[in-house]
């Protein structure tokens, strides 16, 4: 009996690590949903906060996500995209809250936050740990390659905040100055260094990274107009940014893609023309492929010349430290979150107003709509994969 007993506790045991290996062995999608800002026909209207969500979303089977914890947490669509992330063992999420809504008179109006959520994604369902208190308005984040240190931006409050991670343990120690509305950070891959985007003043700013001291280095890139998003090469050869053009909103013209080679010095060395409106940004993790999302007016009322019913994504195909623009994929109403599957085979991209995920199917350079829809209780405002 003894023996029986001990048998069968090793092959419960046994059972309870391989489930958890289990679960713990998909990819995940972290989605943050933005209830407050709603828009239809170009009018924008500010509802209470309250109804906001994170999910958690296992990509196990690429073509059919499924939604496994669904967090009552603030989220905004004001920012690039990149407003929250997991680190690279998959043990906890950081979600920055970038705006509030409060009443103004028989309406409400949205006023800079700055709240920094820590999720457990070890737990089941994960959960909410720990509130950090960091700068106004946090936006775009980044979690170095060793996943002992955070970035986040914050846009009102001109500066970079900086986060030690120790497994679920994060800690606000320390803030950079950036002397401008900072709206993406991100580390390269080395993590010696990270690239912060200051939209406003059409530049993108050098940080040197030694140990969880962070230092700005007031080495500043020229890029296009109003860059708002930016993304290095997995092997760190070269960074991208989205650069929004006219102060981040949709007006008909042409914008662009900047490259950034990582090489010392730092430089920009080309513009790739992309539609309308590029915010959403990211890298395959091949290396070889990246794409940007714009808007193309499909925020705006149908009385505007340049409103299209469609969102696009441009596939930029990339060669060492060469970018070519190659496929153009029409999407669903105002996209903006996009990322890859941690092996390079599909693309989700969020459309704020249809509340779902288009995903796209990717076969070498080649990216096609797979003609599948992902609905989520919610408009997706930001999107980040885990690493494997």
């Known amino acids: 009996m003894r023996f029986q007993l001990r048998t069968l506790r090793l092959a419960t045991a046994i059972g309870v690590v391989l489930g958890v290996s289990a679960a713990r062995a998909a990819p995940f999608m972290i989605v943050g949903d933005d209830a407050k800002v709603n828009i239809e026909n170009g009018k924008t209207t500010i509802a209470p906060a309250g109804n906001d969500a994170i999910l958690i979303v296992d990509v196990a089977d690429p073509q059919n996500p499924k939604i496994v914890a669904n967090l009552p947490l603030k989220n905004s669509i004001v920012g690039p995209p990149v407003n929250l992330a997991i680190d690279p063992t998959g043990a906890v999420a950081i979600v920055a809250d970038s705006m509030n809504a409060i009443k103004d008179g028989e309406n409400y109006k949205q006023v800079p936050d700055n709240k920094?959520?820590?999720?457990?994604l070890k737990t089941k369902p994960p959960k909410l740990i720990n509130t950090i208190e960091g700068d106004k308005q946090p936006s775009g984040l980044s979690i170095n390659p060793a996943g002992n240190l955070a970035l986040v931006a914050n846009r009102a409050g001109k500066s970079i905040s900086v986060l030690s991670i120790n497994g679920t343990d994060v800690k606000l120690v320390g803030s950079v100055d950036m002397?401008?509305?900072?709206?993406?950070?991100?580390?390269?891959?080395?993590?010696?260094?990270?690239?912060?985007?200051?939209?406003?003043?059409?530049?993108?700013?050098?940080?040197?990274?030694d140990g969880d001291k962070v230092t700005y280095s007031k080495h500043d890139l020229p890029t296009g107009i109003f860059p708002y998003n930016v993304v290095a090469a997995?092997?760190?050869?070269?960074?991208?940014?989205?650069?929004?053009?006219?102060?981040?909103?949709?007006?008909?013209?042409?914008?662009?893609?900047?490259?950034?080679?990582?090489?010392?010095?730092?430089?920009?060395?080309?513009?790739?023309?992309?539609?309308?409106?590029?915010?959403?940004?990211?890298?395959?993790?091949?290396?070889n492929l990246a794409v940007v999302v714009s808007a193309n007016g499909?925020?705006?009322?149908?009385?505007?010349?340049?409103?299209?019913?469609?969102?696009?994504?441009?596939a930029l195909g990339v060669n060492g430290k060469k970018v070519t623009r190659l496929n153009t994929i029409e999407v669903g109403a105002l996209p903006e979150a996009v990322c890859f599957t941690p092996d390079g085979g599909y693309v989700y991209v969020g459309n704020y107003m249809d509340k779902d995920f288009s995903i796209l199917?990717?076969?070498?350079?080649?990216?096609?709509?797979?003609g599948k829809r992902f609905k989520v209780p919610g408009q997706p405002a930001s999107v980040r994969m885990s690493p494997h």
């Open 361 to 370: 199917r990717v076969n070498g350079t080649k990216v096609t709509d797979t």
């Open 116 to 120: 920094i959520y820590i999720v457990d």
């Open 298 to 314: 499909s925020n705006y009322p149908k009385s505007e010349w340049y409103y299209h019913p469609h969102g696009l994504v441009t």
């Open 234 to 287: 997995p092997d760190g050869s070269i960074a991208l940014t989205a650069d929004n053009g006219n102060g981040g909103t949709s007006d008909g013209n042409v914008d662009a893609v900047g490259v950034i080679d990582l090489a010392q010095p730092v430089h920009v060395i080309d513009h790739i023309a992309v539609p309308d409106s590029p915010e959403g940004l990211a890298f395959s993790p091949k290396g």
């Open 179 to 209: 002397g401008g509305e900072v709206s993406a950070v991100v580390f390269t891959p080395d993590g010696k260094h990270a690239l912060a985007a200051i939209s406003p003043a059409n530049k993108v700013a050098l940080l040197d990274v």
